[in-house]
Nanobody
Framework: QVHLVESGGGLVQPGGSLRLSCAAS????????MGWYRRAPGKQRELVAQ??????NYADSVKGRFTISRDNAKNTVDLQMNSLKPEDTAVYYC?????????WGQGTQVTVSS
């Protein structure tokens, strides 16, 4: 059974930085994408960043501020978030996609506020 565990969320002031990490336990085969999504209060869940063998892609709202990275050997995916804004406040979810399944983490809260 596969479990994804996120860490690194918290409260940060505008302009600050946070690094989210996602670690997968269990056996996962044929991963083709690893990514981060978020759900802000009153809004639908949206893609923040995703990385595949072709490279990373980002939501326009985070380009130039967020960086996604992955470690294939460890099945981990990180999200470095810089220059955070209040509108980045959300619950952030890790997602790993294989040919047959999508796996989600439980979410970690990120709050950007002074």
């Amino acid at each position: 059974q596969v479990h994804l565990v996120e860490s690194g969320g918290g409260l940060v002031q505008p302009g600050g930085s946070l690094r989210l990490s996602c670690a997968a336990s269990g056996s996962i085969f044929s991963i083709y994408a690893m990514g981060w999504y978020r759900r802000a209060p009153g809004k639908q869940r949206e893609l923040v960043a995703q990385i595949t063998s072709a490279g990373p892609n980002y939501a326009d709202s985070v380009k130039g501020r967020f960086t996604i990275s992955r470690d294939n050997a460890k099945n981990t995916v990180d999200l470095q978030m810089n220059s955070l804004k209040p509108e980045d406040t959300a619950v952030y979810y890790c997602k790993i996609s294989t040919r047959n399944s999508n796996y989600w983490g439980q979410g970690t809260q990120v709050t950007v506020s002074s």
